[in-house]
């Protein structure tokens, strides 16, 4: 059974403030990736990933993270992969770059420097934190398993991920045969 989720609620103008008892050490990331292909069920793969606040510890996905979801992604669609990625710095290294040359299933395109209306994955987290809005969470653990939930049933609905797509007004396009 899982614990009732507590509302926020205030007037209007006003920020709700939540006393939280301890502290907690550790923040949770979520890196993302919505893949169509003409004739099929579009997909969503997430990879969270807690880190722990210690001084000096890394507070986001690095490079090598975003290639483990990429490596995961290739396996799970068993083909080539074309990745449009924002401009998140993280993207731009040159470790991931030197990734990319490396292995010919892997192409990847560079969205213009600040378009979010462009990237589905947008919308996907628009959907998650519609999902988790107003809630008051009593432990990490509790974020971290509504979280997933929400991913996974964004997952097990194929065409929210199309609407992620159709949000951005593109189009996958099938190559015409010659």
Known sequence: ????????????GHTPVIRVRGRSRRRTSVAALCCYKPGEKSRLIHRPRTHLLLKGARKSFSWQDYRDLL?????????????????LNTHLTAGL???????DWLTTIRLPAYAPDLNPVEA????VRGAMANTAFDT??????????????IQLRPRLID????????????PTPP
């Open 1 to 12: 059974m899982t614990p009732p989720i507590a509302r926020t609620w205030c007037r209007r």
């Open 71 to 87: 490596v995961r992604a290739h396996i799970q669609l068993n083909g080539p992969i074309v990745v449009v990625w924002d401009n």
């Open 97 to 103: 770059k030197r990734y990319e040359a490396e292995h």
């Open 124 to 127: 996907v987290w628009s959907l």
């Open 140 to 153: 990490p653990d509790d974020l971290d398993n509504t979280l997933r939930r929400e991913l996974r049933r």
């Open 163 to 174: 609407g992620c797509l159709a949000a951005t007004g593109l189009a996958i396009n099938p």
